[in-house]
């Protein structure tokens, strides 16, 4: 079970911190994701964190503003939000992908998800 925490309410160029909770099972091995959906728009993908750990991949509109980190020891995985713009404002969803291809983007290939958490960035 994957569990976001840490959505609010901030003012553009604020920053805030995402936490993805792994509860009652393990994703060792997995890559992780983080996925973002604004009113009246599809889900898209921000950013994910291969299962080694090692390689990290973006979506172009956070580039250089978000970082994804994992601590393995607290089961966790976060994303730090820089510089937020309203545009940023969604629901944020956390993913597991047992794909052995690292650090993924695509949707489909995830199959585990959170329930999502609230962010939204007043200009």
């Known amino acids: 079970q994957l569990v976001e925490s840490g959505g609010g309410s901030v003012q553009a160029g604020d920053s805030l911190r995402l936490y993805c909770s792994v509860q009652g099972s393990t994703f060792n091995g997995y890559n992780m994701g983080w996925f973002r959906q604004a009113p009246g728009r599809e889900r898209e993908f921000v950013a994910a964190l291969s299962w080694t750990g090692v390689s990290r991949n973006y979506a172009d509109s956070v580039k250089g503003r978000f970082t994804i980190s994992g601590d393995p020891a607290k089961k966790t995985v976060s994303l730090q939000m820089n510089s937020l713009k309203s545009s940023d404002t969604a629901v944020y969803y956390c993913?597991?992908?047992?794909?052995?291809?690292?650090?993924?983007?695509?949707?489909?290939?995830?199959?585990?998800w959170g329930q999502g958490t609230q962010v939204t960035v007043s200009s």
């Open positions: 993913a597991a992908s047992g794909s052995r291809n690292p650090a993924i983007s695509r949707e489909y290939e995830y199959q585990y």
